[in-house]
Structures are given as structure tokens and as C-alpha cells.
């Protein structure tokens, strides 16, 4: 089913950009202010849920070409991962970790680990979102 | 030493290979891999013979969950050393024959790694000193065995065979973990040996009996002791390596090792030395006389096999009364009878193996078991009738082959037990030789079915697929080995007694000081005494029955289909199956709505009884913020869109006004500064919408639902008693202070968790277990998402399972 909306379209062209620029700022903002993993993966996925109903889903695969079912998998991968990392730290599981490094270019900067989980929550729930949405408005 | 650990972990360890690298692996080479294995592991503990022969045990203990007191103790002594190498001896040669037995297009790799699994988890079952992880092991058993007869699952036979199975040995196994936890609450410890240490401790209480019976049911239903045996002529439908490995050699004997090694602890009652000598006696009994009227080759050696099993039994029951009198000169005596079970054991696993690899020759060559359609095979597979041959007249109990040892060895046990005048044996006891006596008639009978009926009289071409032929080298080469054994040990059985079966004496009866006594010479002549005419009378009788076979045949006739233990079985399946169907249907009508009463009333039963019950409900409103304008204009909003909600007329206007009452909640959120929570109350709602809309192209317009006065007054009155729960714990909540506060690791967030956004550290520190867990379970709920819809079955597809 091809949709021919030019005005829908030319919006959604300059809005995607904001709407996932907004997800990876609450990603990152997440940690001292609000956002986190959950939302930022809810905005990026809902983002390229967006980006689907206003093209059509082929158009989509081909500039986009990820199968997002693998995505949602690598996510609990991540996060299942950094929980057992820190057995090998002899830590007690799931322990996060966060210190203050010099980076070049950047400065000081706070580094944690539990950006690496929340990245696996995002990256799960951006997978999980669009695959269910798919799956559904692909049913014959 | 870890060496041991190591032998029950290297099966598992090369199932997962088998398992991730069967691609790369060239198909004629899976089972010469995994063949290593059982040879390598059968080498090891040859080593540990004569250390152990020597009185030596070892044993590690590893830990595994300290805080329950489970700690995964291995323990090799004369009997698990004896039970581990008949696993990886018989297990070598059974990998051998499958490689030669399975065709190419099987789905190998499946049937290596149940092998090994149960390979493993038998090893497990009798190395282990800790109760716990025995039962582990033993139901992991159970699993494999069901995997293994339901290989070929496309057959209804095969798949029936293996819930069977399943069904009756995991109960016995349920019934048998009660029975150890009762253990446990008794003497305090899951430690056999340590059980053992205490016994005088444990015997005396109440729930020392109900103990024992429990045990005893988990090792019967193993063992496939009357009347559980049912489910090992179900077996058969496995193909045939697994039968010979599984079904006759090992597995069946974890019952059998369970009852050795409780007999320590439990063999002084008299309970104990009835039920197991005699359900042990009516299984050998029963068995014999059922294989007789099979027609089937291997479902006569199932049965052939449940009846030896019954004499292995039995006379481990008879040895037990050792323990009841306790040791002295005379006492030992009785103690050969456990000896002739230990020794017919390794006779059993020797010419029944032998005996199952030659079935599967037959069947694999002629491409039929049925003794109707055989016959005359002698001249054409001269080699599979030696195995048959010696197979056949070792059960039988024929010289010279060692199972004419132990059944005089067991003929020697019955007549010296009657001499006992403990236990009512005076009076009842003389039943025990003359049982033991007529099934040994029987057993005569069927081993000489199946070398008559298969190999003698007249071929019949036009009933077989194939033309005979012998079989290729591979196939012959395990049974030849197993039947050399067989005379093997006819000649040297002192051998075998003093290696083998002497420590393993050591571990029946721990407490009598020398396990030399303890182990009898084994002679072939022991000149003319009631054993041998008891054997030259199974002879002569045995073979005029044999000869007028056909005329009492028909008493098989006289017991009613209806009354068989298979019928009783079937129908309280089909009962238990029909019931809870009927209860099921009461409450899961697909009914929508009715799940949401259901969960809605449980919800106002137990929040809103708990809060009346515990009396926590206490209003403070001096505290609460004042209520502002806007704050009444939003709730007068949601309020509107709610009752609106249940005029609407079509599903559009649902969503919206649904997406009205969330959107709402977050603008309160931004009021009362969560802007964490507007933010993801915002987009969810933003994206059930988009779903909601996307799904309600496939549905049906909104239609009212025809339903009486009485149905909306109680949806009504259910309606109206969430929403005041809710209401009434929102407002209790302020003032309730049976729990400690933990706000202050919220406030000191920084510290302990490296960030100041305190949702974020609850989610990603705090409480970040949850949040793992929960996206698996979202994760596990898109893939569901995904099978239910990409993956539906086709309709037209034909049911070809149930041929």
C-alpha cells in the first residue's frame, strides 16, 4: 500500500530528525536529569514507527535495512551482559559502576556502566516496538 | 582431584558441542565423535578398579547453593564404580552399533545429544552422595529417556510410549523426592553417607516408614516393577540402541541402585523385605508369563526384561534381612543373595544388550520383529543366531554361560531364606522358591520363542520385505563382544566377584567388618543339590511347554481387555484429562469480559480486604496540598471522556477518548513535577493509540453486547468497587507506616548510585533486577507478538502426525 501524502511526508522529514535527535538526548540526558533508556527508546522507536506509517514499509527496509527483532535481541544481550559482567569483577551481580574520566576533545566527563544496560534497554524496546507494530499492519 | 566432576560433566559438555557445531561436522562422523566419549570416560575408571577393590572411596565436594545446604558431592565407591562402568562400557558399545544401525538422514545430532544428556545424568544419579542433586539426575533421566523413545515423533506409537513413560517414572520420582525431604526433616542432612552414620538416629521416628515407601515407589517405577511396568513395553517404539542402552541395560537399573543403596538404611524392616522381595517375585513372574503370549521379538525381551529386573529385585530384598539380624557368622550368609543380584545384574546388562542389538539386526535386515513372519533365518545369518544362541540360553539359565551362575546363585538364595523364622518366613515363606521356580519355567520358555520362532523352522519369503541377509560388520561386532562376555565370565566369575562385585558388596553393608566374607567363590559345579535340580526341572518343563505351546495358549484368553493394568492406566488418564477439561471450560469460556471480572474481583478481594483486614486505612487530609482550579478542570475532563467512553458507538472514538484520560494523567504528572513520568506517559500513550488503530482494521464493528439487567448491575457494582479501591489506597497511602520509609536511598541517590536522577537510579541501580527482567519479558513478548502472527499455521495444511 503506497501512501502519496506530500504534506505528511515533507513534515515528517524535518520532524523524524527532531523526534530522534530529542531520543538520544533524553538517552544520555538520563542519568542526572529526566529521559533514561526506557524513554529514549520509546521516542526513537515511536521516531521510526513514524517514519513507516508515513512511507511505506518497503521504502523504509531498503534506506533501513535492520531487522529489528535481531535489535531487540542484541538489547537483552547487552543488558543480560552487563549484569553478568560484573561476576567477573567479583561483584555481586548486576553491580554499575561510574567514575570521572579525561577524555580528549571532551573534557571531563562522568562514565558509567549503567549506560551500557540502559543502552540494552533501548535498544529492546526500539526493537520490540517496531517489530510489533510491523508484524500487526503486515498481517494479511 | 577434580577427575570426578569431570566424568559427569565431559557427557553434557560434548552435547552442547554436538549440539552447536552438528553443521559443521561431516553426518558419517557425529557418532565416531561422540563414540570418544563413553571410551575415554569407560578407561578413566577402570584405573580406579583395584584402589577401590582396595577398600578406597573417593570423594569432592563442590559447592553449589551453600545457603540451602546443596553442595554437589560426587562419591565413587564399590557400587557407583560398578554402575558407572557398566554406563560407559555398555554406552560405548551402543554408540557403536547406532552408528551402524541409524541411516544417514536421521536427525543424528538430536539423537547423540539425548544419549550423552542421559549418559550424563545417569553417571550423575550414581556418583552422588547429595540427595538433591541424586533426584536431579534421576528425573533428568526421565527427560532423555522421553526424548529418546519419542525420536521418531512422527509415529503416535512412539510419542503415547514416551508420555507414558514419562508420566508414571516422573511420579515415581515426585513421590521419591518426598521421601528424601522427609529424610532430610529426620536426620538433618541430604548426605547418603552421612544418613547412613546416623541410622539408629533416624529408624525410630514416625516418619521413617512413609519414607521408606516413598523411596520405594521412585525406584519401582524405574525399574518398571509390577504394576508400573507397563510403561517399558510402551518403550519399545524407541529405536532399538536406545532399548538395549536405556531400556534394559542402565536406566531401568536406577531403581535397582536406589534400593542397593538405601538398603543400608532402611533394609532392617520388614516392610522393606516384603515389598521388595515380594513385588520383586510377582514382577518376575508376571513378566515371564507375559512375554510368552508377545508376537512381537522385542516386546517379549521388554517383558523378558521387566521379569529380570523383578529377580534382581527380589533377591535384593532377600539380602536385606542381613541387615535386620545384624552381622555375625551365620548371618553373612544371607548377605549372597545381594551378591546374586549385583552378579545377575552384569549378566543381565551383558546377554539382554546382546539380545537387543540382535533384534535390531533382525528388524534392521528383514524390516520386521513379528516372529509370525520369521523363521528359518539360521542358515542365512549364522552369526546374529550364535548372538541369539548364547543370549538366549544365558537367560534362559544354560550352561556355560554365566547366567546359569547367578540363577543357581538365586535358586541357592530362595531355598535359604525359607529356612529363616523371622518375618512370618515359616509360614508364607515357602511361597518364595516355588514363584521363583514357575517363572523361571516361563523365562525357559520365551528365550527359547525367540531362538526357535526367529531362527528354526521354515523361512517364509513371501511375508518378509527383504531378502535375508547378514548384517555388516559394524552391527556385529558390539553384541559379539557383549556375548563374550557372556562366557567369559562363565569360566572366570571369581574375576569379576572379587573386583568388581566385592566393594560393591561393601557398600550394601557397610557395617559388617569384611567385605571378603561377604563375597562367595562362584562355582560352575557345586555338585547335585536342590539348585540343580531345580534348573534341570525349568528344563524339562519348560520344554514340553514349549512343545504344546499353541494348546494352552488360549488361558491368556481368560483375563478381560477390560481389566488389564494398560486399560486401568489408559482410562484414568482419559478420566483426569476429561476432568479438568470440564473444570478448565467453567472459568476459561473466551470470554473476554469474564477474564476482566475475574481479575478485577481478585484485585478488590485482596487489596481492598487486606487494607480492611489490617485496618491501614487512616485519612490525614491536614497534610495534602491544597487542591487547585486547574487541577479540578483536568479531573473534570477525565471524568467527561469516562462516561463517554461507555456511549461510544464505534472503536475510533473509544481509542480517542481512552487516549483523552492518558493524556490527562500526564499533564498531571507535569503538574506535581515528574516530568520523567509525563515524558513516558506521553509517548506510551502516543503509541498504544498509533496500535490500537492499526489492529482495529481487522476487527468487526462495535456492536452492544446483548447481556440481561442482572450482568450489567454486577459489571456495574465491580466497576464502581475497583475504582474506589483505588481511590481509597491512593488516599491511605499518605499515612501508611507499616513499612520502613526508603527514601533515603533515593535522597542520597548520588552516592550510592552515581546519579542524580533518582526514577533513572531506581531503574538502572536500584531496582535494576526488575528492569532486566522486565525486558526479557518485553522482548519475549514482541517475539510472541511476532510467531502469533508471521508464523500462523497454514489450514490447509493435512495432519499427517497421527498415522
Given at each position: 500500500m503506497k501512501i502519496n501524502d506530500v504534506i505528511l511526508k515533507t513534515v515528517v522529514k524535518g520532524v523524524v530528525f527532531i523526534i530522534l535527535t530529542l531520543g538520544v538526548y533524553l538517552f544520555f540526558s538520563g542519568h542526572n536529569a529526566p529521559g533514561g533508556g526506557f524513554i529514549g527508546g520509546l521516542v526513537l522507536g515511536s521516531g521510526i514507527v513514524l517514519l513507516y506509517l508515513t512511507y511505506d514499509i518497503e521504502t523504509i527496509h531498503r534506506k533501513m535495512p535492520f531487522d529489528f527483532k535481531k535489535v531487540a535481541a542484541f538489547g537483552v544481550l547487552l543488558a543480560t551482559g552487563t549484569a553478568i559482567g560484573s561476576l567477573y569483577f567479583?561483584?555481586?551481580?548486576?553491580t554499575q559502576t561510574d567514575g570521572y574520566f579525561t577524555l580528549p576533545i571532551l573534557g571531563e566527563k562522568h562514565l558509567s556502566t549503567v549506560t551500557i544496560f540502559e543502552a540494552g534497554v533501548a535498544l529492546t524496546v526500539v526493537g520490540t516496538l517496531v517489530t510489533i507494530i510491523l508484524s500487526i499492519s503486515e498481517d494479511e | 582431584m577434580t577427575i570426578d566432576l569431570a566424568i559427569i560433566l565431559a557427557p553434557f559438555i560434548m552435547a552442547t558441542c554436538i549440539a552447536i557445531f552438528y553443521r559443521n561436522i561431516k553426518r558419517n562422523w557425529v557418532g565416531w565423535i561422540v563414540l570418544f566419549i563413553p571410551i575415554i570416560l569407560f578407561l578413566t575408571l577402570t584405573t580406579y578398579i583395584p584402589r577401590v577393590a582396595n577398600g578406597h572411596t573417593f570423594s569432592n565436594t563442590y559447592e553449589w547453593i551453600p545457603s540451602l545446604n546443596i553442595n554437589f558431592t560426587t562419591y565413587l565407591d564399590g557400587l557407583s564404580l560398578m554402575f558407572s562402568l557398566l554406563i560407559t562400557g555398555v554406552g560405548s558399545l551402543v554408540i557403536l552399533y547406532s552408528i551402524f544401525y541409524l541411516s544417514q538422514k536421521e536427525a543424528l545430532h538430536h539423537f547423540y545429544c539425548y544419549l550423552l544428556l542421559f549418559m550424563g545424568a545417569m553417571l550423575g544419579v550414581v556418583l552422588s552422595d547429595h540427595l538433591m542433586v541424586l533426584y536431579v539426575f534421576w528425573e533428568l533421566t526421565s527427560v532423555s529417556s522421553f526424548l529418546l523413545i519419542a525420536f521418531w515423533h512422527h509415529r503416535k506409537a512412539s510419542r503415547a510410549g514416551a508420555r507414558k513413560s514419562m508420566t508414571i517414572t516422573v511420579s515415581g520420582g515426585v513421590s521419591m523426592l518426598v521421601g528424601f525431604l522427609m529424610l532430610y526433616v529426620m536426620s538433618g542432612t541430604f548426605s547418603i553417607r552421612e544418613i547412613i552414620a546416623n541410622i539408629s538416629m533416624i529408624s525410630e521416628q514416625s516418619l521413617f516408614i512413609p519414607a521408606l515407601i516413598l523411596v520405594l515407589l521412585g525406584a519401582f517405577t524405574k525399574s518398571a516393577q509390577f504394576p508400573f511396568h507397563i510403561w517399558l513395553p510402551d518403550a519399545m517404539e524407541a529405536p532399538t540402541p536406545v532399548s538395549a542402552y536405556l531400556h534394559s541395560a542402565t536406566m531401568v537399573k536406577a531403581g535397582i541402585y536406589l534400593v542397593a543403596r538405601f538398603t543400608p538404611i532402611f533394609g532392617g524392616e520388614i516392610i522393606w523385605f516384603w515389598t521388595v522381595t515380594g513385588v520383586g517375585l510377582i514382577t518376575l513372574f508376571w513378566g515371564s508369563f507375559n512375554a510368552i503370549r508377545q508376537v512381537d521379538l522385542k516386546a517379549i525381551l521388554a517383558f523378558s526384561t521387566v521379569s529380570q529386573l523383578g529377580l534382581i529385585m527380589s533377591l535384593l530384598g532377600l539380602g536385606s534381612v542381613a541387615v535386620h539380624l545384624g552381622y555375625s557368622d551365620k548371618t553373612v550368609l544371607y548377605t549372597q543373595a545381594s551378591f546374586a543380584a549385583l552378579f545377575h545384574l552384569m549378566n543381565h546388562s551383558t546377554f539382554k544388550g546382546a539380545l537387543f542389538m540382535m533384534v535390531g539386526i533382525v528388524d534392521h535386515e528383514l524390516g520386521t520383529r513379528d516372529i509370525r513372519r520369521l523363521g528359518g533365518l539360521m542358515s542365512f545369518m549364522p552369526f546374529t543366531f550364535t548372538i541369539a544362541l548364547i543370549g538366549s540360553f544365558s537367560m534362559a539359565g544354560l550352561p556355560p554361560f554365566n547366567g546359569f551362575l547367578s540363577k543357581e546363585m538365586f535358586f541357592a538364595a530362595v531355598l535359604k531364606i525359607t529356612e529363616l523364622d523371622i518375618f512370618s518366613l515359616q509360614s508364607v515363606g515357602v511361597i518364595i522358591p516355588i514363584v521363583a521356580w514357575v517363572a523361571s519355567i516361563f523365562t525357559f520358555v520365551y528365550c527359547l520363542i525367540i531362538v526357535g520362532k526367529t531362527f528354526f523352522g521354515k523361512l517364509k519369503p513371501d511375508l518378509l520385505e527383504k531378502q535375508p541377509h547378514e548384517a555388516p560388520v559394524g552391527m556385529l561386532i558390539p553384541p559379539f563382544i557383549l556375548i563374550s562376555l557372556v562366557v567369559l565370565i562363565f569360566f572366570f566369575p571369581n574375576i569379576l566377584g572379587k573386583y568388581i562385585l566385592q566393594p560393591a558388596m561393601g557398600s550394601i553393608y557397610p557395617t559388617f567388618p569384611s567385605v571378603k566374607e561377604l563375597t562367595p567363590s562362584i562355582y560352575a559345579w557345586h555338585g547335585f543339590n536342590p539348585e540343580l535340580y531345580m534348573t534341570i526341572g525349568v528344563v524339562i518343563v519348560g520344554v514340553i511347554l514349549y512343545r504344546f505351546l499353541p494348546r494352552w495358549k488360549r488361558i491368556y484368553l481368560l483375563i478381560p481387555q477390560r481389566f488389564t493394568l494398560n486399560a486401568i492406566y489408559e482410562s484414568t488418564i482419559g478420566f483426569s484429562e476429561n476432568f479438568s477439561r470440564l473444570v478448565t471450560r467453567r472459568y476459561m469460556n473466551e470470554n473476554l469480559t469474564h477474564y476482566f471480572i475475574y481479575i478485577y474481583v481478585f484485585f478488590v478481594a485482596v487489596v481492598a480486604g487486606y487494607f480492611l483486614f489490617t485496618e491501614g486505612i487512616t485519612f490525614n487530609t491536614t497534610i495534602d496540598a491544597k487542591i487547585e482550579g486547574f487541577e479540578l478542570i483536568l479531573v473534570f475532563i477525565m471524568v467527561v471522556a469516562a462516561i463517554s467512553i461507555l456511549f461510544a458507538k464505534s472503536r475510533i472514538t473509544t481509542v480517542i477518548l481512552n487516549g483523552v484520560l492518558g493524556y490527562s494523567v500526564a499533564f498531571f504528572f507535569v503538574i506535581f513535577r515528574a516530568p520523567d513520568l509525563a515524558l513516558t506517559q506521553l509517548v506510551v500513550e502516543s503509541v498504544t493509540t498509533a496500535l490500537f488503530l492499526i489492529c482495529f482494521k481487522f476487527l468487526p464493528d462495535l456492536k452492544p453486547e446483548p447481556s440481561t439487567r442482572g450482568v450489567k448491575i454486577s459489571n456495574g457494582v465491580i466497576s464502581i468497587l475497583v475504582g474506589a479501591t483505588v481511590t481509597i489506597v491512593g488516599l491511605a497511602v499518605m499515612n501508611y507506616e507499616k513499612f520502613d520509609t526508603i527514601s533515603s536511598y533515593f535522597e542520597d541517590s548520588y552516592n550510592l548510585a552515581g546519579g542524580k536522577n533518582i526514577v533513572n537510579t531506581i531503574l538502572g541501580d536500584f531496582r535494576a533486577f526488575d528492569t532486566m527482567l522486565e525486558v526479557v519479558v518485553l522482548f519475549i513478548a514482541g517475539l510472541g507478538v511476532y510467531t502469533l502472527i508471521k508464523l500462523k499455521a497454514k489450514k490447509e495444511g493435512t495432519d499427517i502426525e497421527n498415522k
Open positions: 567479583d561483584a555481586p551481580f548486576l | -
